[in-house]
Each structure stands twice: as structure tokens, then as C-alpha cells.
């Protein structure tokens, strides 16, 4: 048996590897798997099995996973593609007799007013339908999406969006690593649904409190229609369809779309989250 991590090239499940070597997996019992394997070497180095998994390539998914294998699927990174790209993953699980597969979906799934959430739920489905033991990880947003607010609160002393009074329980990205670490690496998990997020749902007159702790200076929340943020964002150079779709997330936040905090997280983690002055901290 294996623990298959995708997306090990990437951030998150670049954390998922270093938990589960923290938690005593042995190295060699660990496939890191991504496109880019050249970012792979250094944990290689480390003892750990490395595979090209491309979504893509079904080929590369027969050869990286094998009967018995817990794996994590990261969700991928182009949205318009993704829900074909987890499925050629899923339908390889199922062909090869893998014993689990946890996918990184989102908060809430078919409840989120998100427009991301889509997507996630089209994946949930298939996950549910392909006759594997499954685990499903619903992540709410991380921390680090934060660090250009923090830029601009550094800059200029304002943070800017358009969420209104809605509140976000954020947690890092090692939070959440956290969770899956435990998920794949223990026992009894197979057809939960966990709700990850922060164990505190901060607003946006929190998050401007903890940047001015921070950044020792004052900041203050701006608060934005959503055509004024559209406008301020193409203002910068995105393009218009970009614009509403990241205002958008603000007015799902506005929705309350991302203020669950079930204690789900840090149970699994075993601790609790990282709160959002020490994340902005490690951000800057
Ligand atoms: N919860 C949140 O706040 C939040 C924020 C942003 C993103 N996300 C989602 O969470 C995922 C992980 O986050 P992250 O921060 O680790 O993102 P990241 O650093 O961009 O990493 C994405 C990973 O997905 C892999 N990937 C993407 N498309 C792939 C494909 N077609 N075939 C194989 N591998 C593919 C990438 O592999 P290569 O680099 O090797 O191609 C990379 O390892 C993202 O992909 C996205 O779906 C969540």
C-alpha cells in the first residue's frame, strides 16, 4: 500500500508530503506525483517514490497508482478542464482497485454560492459514483490568498472588497495539509465529509485590525460595491469576465459562503488552526 499525493509540485500538496513524513510514513511508502517531476528531486532525495501524473495523460495515472493505494487528488488548477481532467483520475482509481481516494473539494459543495463550487460538485458526484471507498475534503479558503491584501494594506493602508459584513475562516494551507496528512495516513475516514476551514471567521475589519497589528501602521477596510470593485480591478488591467468573477467571490463571502467553522479542521489536525495574525505575519 501507497499514499499518493498529486499535485505534490504544488503548494498544498508539497505540505500533504512533508505532514505525512512528519507523521512517520515511511518515505518509500509515499508517490508525490505531478507534471513539473523536476520540482520533485529534493524529496526523491528523501526517499520518496516520485511519478509524472498528469490529469491529461491516462497513461501516467495507470503507471503512478496501483490496487491499495490511498490517494489524494488536488483539484486542478484550470477550472474550465478540471472536471474531465478529475475524472480520467478517478476512472484510473477504479480500473487499478485503489482502496481510497480523498479529493480537495470546496466548503459547503452543493450549498456554496461560489461559482468555483461547480466544478467541485461535478467531481463529488463522480467520486460518489466510481465505487471506491472516497473521503471527501471541503476546503474553505486559505490564508495566503490574503497576501496581496496585505500588500495593499502595507502600501496604501486600506484593504479593499466588496464582501461587505460577510466573514471568512480562513486557515493556511499547512492547516489543511494537516487534515489530509491524518485523513491518509489514518483509519476509519472512508465516506466522510469533512468541512475544513478556520476555527475563527474573521471580517474584513479583523483582517484590516490584524494587518495593522502586523504591519505596525493603520489600515482600514474599504468597502466596495461590486461595480465599484469590477471597476477598480479593470482599472489594473483585468479583463471584465475576470473582474466579476472575483468580485463574485466576495459577494458569495457577503453570502456567507465561506464562514463555517466546524471544528472539522483542527479535530483532524489535532490542533488548532493558525490564526490569522500569525499567517499574516509568515505571509510578510
Ligand atoms: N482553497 C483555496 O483557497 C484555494 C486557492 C487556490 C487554489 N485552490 C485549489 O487547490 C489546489 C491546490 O492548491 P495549491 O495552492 O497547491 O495550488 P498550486 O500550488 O497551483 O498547485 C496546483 C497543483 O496541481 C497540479 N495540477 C494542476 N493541473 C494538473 C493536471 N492537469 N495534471 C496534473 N497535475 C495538475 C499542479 O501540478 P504541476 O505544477 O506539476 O503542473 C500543481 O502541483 C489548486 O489546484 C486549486 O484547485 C484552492
Not at 98 to 108: D, E, N
Not at 156 to 180: I, K, L, W
Not at 275 to 281: C, D, K
Request: glycine content about 12%; cysteine-free.
Amino acid at each position: 500500500m501507497s499514499i499518493v499525493v498529486t499535485g505534490a509540485t504544488g503548494h498544498l500538496g508539497r505540505l500533504v508530503v512533508e505532514e505525512l513524513l512528519a507523521r512517520g510514513v515511511p518515505a518509500e511508502e509515499i508517490v508525490a506525483g505531478g507534471r513539473r517531476v523536476e520540482e520533485l528531486t529534493g524529496l526523491a532525495g528523501r526517499g520518496v517514490r516520485v511519478a509524472r501524473i498528469d490529469y491529461d495523460d491516462v497513461a501516467t495515472l495507470d503507471e503512478a497508482l496501483a490496487a491499495g493505494d490511498r490517494l489524494l487528488l488536488v483539484s486542478g488548477s484550470d477550472p474550465a478542464a478540471r472536471v474531465q481532467q478529475h475524472r480520467n483520475v478517478i476512472e484510473a482509481a477504479a480500473r487499478v482497485g485503489v482502496a481510497l481516494v480523498a479529493y480537495t473539494s470546496i466548503l459547503r459543495g452543493d450549498a456554496s454560492p461560489l461559482a468555483l463550487a461547480e466544478t467541485h460538485v461535478q467531481t463529488e458526484a463522480d467520486v460518489r459514483g466510481a465505487g471506491i471507498p472516497f473521503v471527501l475534503l471541503r476546503n474553505g479558503w486559505y490564508t495566503e490568498n490574503y497576501g496581496q491584501a496585505l500588500q495593499e494594506a502595507e502600501a496604501a493602508g486600506t484593504v479593499s472588497a466588496s464582501a461587505g459584513d460577510g466573514r471568512v475562516a480562513s486557515a493556511t494551507r499547512a492547516d489543511y495539509a494537516a487534515a489530509a496528512a491524518a485523513v491518509l495516513a489514518g483509519e476509519g475516514h472512508e465516506g466522510r465529509v469533512y468541512e475544513l476551514s478556520g476555527d475563527t471567521a474573521w471580517s474584513f475589519d479583523e483582517f484590516a485590525a490584524a494587518a495593522a497589528e502586523v504591519l505596525g501602521r493603520e489600515v482600514a477596510y474599504r468597502r466596495l460595491t461590486t461595480d465599484e470593485h469590477v471597476a477598480g480591478l479593470t482599472g489594473v488591467g483585468l479583463d471584465e469576465p475576470t473582474a466579476r468573477f472575483v468580485a463574485g467571490m466576495d459577494a458569495a463571502i457577503a453570502e456567507g459562503a465561506l464562514d463555517s467553522t466546524t471544528g472539522d479542521l483542527s479535530r483532524l489536525a489535532g490542533r488548532p488552526t493558525t490564526p490569522l495574525v500569525e499567517a499574516l505575519r509568515a505571509l510578510r
